[in-house]
């Protein structure tokens, strides 16, 4: 309960704001005060041009906002309330019809400012349905970002300028200097996250100490922090940013990668990487002395912010086995008195990583560790668990963990899915579940 009240402050705050000009213009009673509709619509525009302010602060990965929920479910809220803002605008236009302004204001007003509202709900729209659908419609990622980085502040702008010129709210001293207020803090947010931080980590990059491959597709990173710096601090299990600097004709892309050291590993920490998209299928070209812009740490998918429970269930899938190598390495070098079930699925024996670490772990009295393999594909020779992970062998492997244990799962999106509807089913209340998505 000692993170809670800090999470809830955060949450009121953030509804405080989106509702503070709608109490503005209530308090001040602007005319016409007795059109119903025409007034929703005012407070639907108000209320989403300021949710738009706000997605800045939540996609500018600032650590007061985003340290009590972690970025898995900050970014999320981000895109549905992009979703939510987009409605409120959509409806806005067809409620001041209803409210008094005439099928003229959708159909032949061509007033100046009008048209500037109307570019801004479209390119809103667009972004929206964009982010929605990018994987069906076969956008890569970095354009699609690049797309939604350009678009936002435009659509922000666009919307500042119609509802100065068409609002009469903005007759209002007050509300000027909100709305210039709101402007403003996002301009400077924007500008910190997008260039004036990006600048300064490059000043200082980190450098590639080793690259280490760990199976025929995965390999590992180790990160050194710049000369006379000391390593960030972090929590096992959390996550970084990296950028990798390295030449060659090699992509340059930002990236989040689970950090898969142990914190007590105070001159460096290692990333582990699958070699699985475009960017990542060059991993194994990265060379020692590489440089990489290192921005860390983030998430919540740690052992040590749950210090009351002692009985953990760790489901992996493929590379999701790196936060639970990080969590599991801090258990060891600190002795930590927990007990853990790993069940560890891949496809074949050869997508196993860190199989002989796992067993030397497993094999030592602190943390008390079991690890169960599974394999969808497995050998001839293969004598473990095969095939996939279905309620009958949950229950069989958990036992009577299903009723004591705090379960973490980081695995691919549809295995997530499926684990969860398991887990429900099995009686395991959603608090006692911990998720680590593959993509944010």
């Known amino acids: 309960m000692a993170n809670a ?241 390295r030449g060659r004709g090699l992509p340059e892309e930002e990236h989040h990668f689970t950090i898969s050291s142990s914190p007590t590993l105070a001159e460096f920490h290692t990333s582990t990487i699958k070699a699985s998209g475009d960017f990542t299928a060059t991993i194994g070209a990265t060379e020692p002395g590489d440089k990489a812009v290192v921005q860390a740490p983030f998430g919540r998918f740690s052992y040590l912010l749950h210090p009351e429970d002692r009985d953990l269930v760790f489901i992996a899938g493929g590379i999701g086995i790196t936060p639970f190598m990080a969590n599991l390495r801090h258990m060891r070098d600190v002795q930590a008195d927990r007990r853990v079930l790993l069940l560890y699925a891949n496809k074949s024996e050869r997508d196993i990583v860190f199989r002989e670490e796992l067993d030397k772990i497993a094999g030592g009295s602190k943390p008390e560790l079991k690890v169960v393999h599974i394999l969808s594909r497995p050998g001839e020779a293969w004598e473990g668990e095969k095939g996939r992970l279905d309620p009958q062998k949950i229950e069989r492997l958990c036992g009577e963990r299903l009723g004591q244990s705090l379960f973490f799962l980081c695995c691919p999106p549809p295995m997530t899915r499926s684990l969860l509807e398991i887990l429900r089913g099995l009686g395991v209340p959603e608090k006692r579940i911990s998720l680590e998505y593959f993509s944010l």
């Open 5 to 245: 009240w800090p999470a809830r402050t955060r949450i009121l705050i953030y509804l405080a704001l989106v509702l503070l000009p709608v109490f503005i213009v209530t308090i001040y009673n602007l005319p016409p005060p007795d059109l119903f509709a025409y007034n929703l619509g005012r407070a639907f525009a108000l209320a989403a041009f300021t949710i738009m302010i706000l997605q800045v602060a939540l996609a500018a990965r600032v650590k007061w906002i985003e340290r009590p929920f972690g970025l898995n479910l900050t970014f999320p809220f981000h895109r549905n309330m992009g979703v939510l803002a987009a409605l409120l605008l959509l409806a806005h236009p067809f409620l001041m019809v209803l409210g008094g302004g005439g099928w003229k204001l959708l159909l032949v007003d061509n007033t100046w400012y009008i048209w500037v509202g109307r570019a801004a709900l479209l390119l809103l729209l667009i972004n929206v349905s964009l982010s929605l659908w990018r994987l069906p419609l076969g956008l890569k990622f970095e354009t699609w970002r690049l797309g939604h980085n350009l678009s936002g502040p435009l659509i922000l702008v666009l919307g500042f300028i119609h509802s100065w010129y068409a609002s009469i709210d903005f007759t209002l001293a007050l509300m000027q200097v909100l709305w210039v207020g709101f402007l403003g803090a996002a301009a400077v947010l924007y500008w910190h996250h997008k260039f004036y931080r990006p600048a300064r980590l490059r000043r200082d990059p980190y450098t590639v100490a080793e690259v280490r491959q760990e199976s025929h597709d995965v390999w590992t990173l180790k990160f050194v922090p710049p000369p006379g710096q000391p390593r960030f601090d972090f929590l096992p299990g959390q996550f970084q940013f990296v950028t990798l600097l």
